[in-house]
T-cell receptor
Framework: DGGITQSPKYLFRKEGQNVTLSCEQNLNHDAMYWYRQDPGQGLRLIYYSQIVNDFQKGDIAEGYSVSREKKESFPLTVTSAQKNPTAFYLC???????????FGPGTRLTVT | KNEVEQSPQNLTAQEGEFITINCSYSVGISALHWLQQHPGGGIVSLFMLSSGKKKHGRLIATINIQEKHSSLHITASHPRDSAVYICAVRANTDKLIFGTGTRLQVFP
């Protein structure tokens, strides 16, 4: 089945630790995205990548890093510099940068 | 003021009722999306439209470009329709801007 997978579903970390969230797609999509969702707010764009080995900052990139070494994979690292990392993180992909986006199931990160 | 506003924020209904969720936006757009987020968090795309009206099963989405307004209607609502419905617009800058969502609960 084609789709987007994110792992794990729930993640717990201690403050000060870096953590990497996984996102894989087998839809042969060129563009991939990372969003953060907080209660009472719309999804906010962290980083996006339109093609392998290229990515751009979104609206709230501070404290995060990404890589796009393979078309299928777009991992997100939440660094210790991110002041408020506890949130629900959603990965998405689209065939082109303006195409319909398909979302993964999300990872809920809790940092204490 | 948010560039994409949804109303109401929360909505409860009895099974069988006709439901309307509204979305207003303040930017120029090339397309508008309606998304559904299930309690587990996963998001699925319901509609992408740039004019007129689209229908899929019991769901109908309309858009009025001049009024900068879209509505999502659910006919004969069912408890399985309970979810958060999110409006998102593709701005003319190609940026995707999301509303904060409307939480719908349908009771039997």
């Amino acid at each position: 089945d084609g789709g987007i997978t994110q792992s794990p579903k729930y993640l717990f970390r201690k403050e000060g630790q870096n953590v990497t969230l996984s996102c894989e797609q087998n839809l042969n999509h060129d563009a991939m995205y990372w969003y953060r969702q907080d209660p009472g707010q719309g999804l906010r764009l962290i980083y996006y990548s339109q093609i392998v080995n290229d990515f751009q900052k979104g609206d709230i990139a501070e404290g995060y890093s990404v890589s796009r070494e393979k078309k299928e994979s777009f991992p997100l690292t939440v660094t210790s510099a991110q002041k408020n990392p506890t949130a629900f993180y959603l990965c998405a992909s689209s065939k082109t940068n303006i195409g319909e986006q398909y979302f993964g199931p999300g990872t809920r990160l809790t940092v204490t | 003021k948010n560039e994409v506003e949804q109303s109401p924020q929360n909505l409860t209904a009895q099974e069988g009722e006709f439901i309307t969720i509204n979305c207003s936006y303040s930017v120029g757009i090339s397309a508008l999306h309606w998304l559904q987020q299930h309690p587990g968090g996963g998001i699925v795309s319901l509609f992408m439209l740039s004019s007129g009206k689209k229908k899929h099963g019991r769901l109908i989405a309309t858009i009025n470009i001049q009024e900068k307004h879209s509505s999502l209607h659910i006919t004969a609502s069912h408890p399985r329709d309970s979810a958060v419905y999110i409006c998102a617009v593709r701005a003319n800058t190609d940026k995707l801007i999301f509303g904060t969502g409307t939480r719908l609960q349908v009771f039997p």
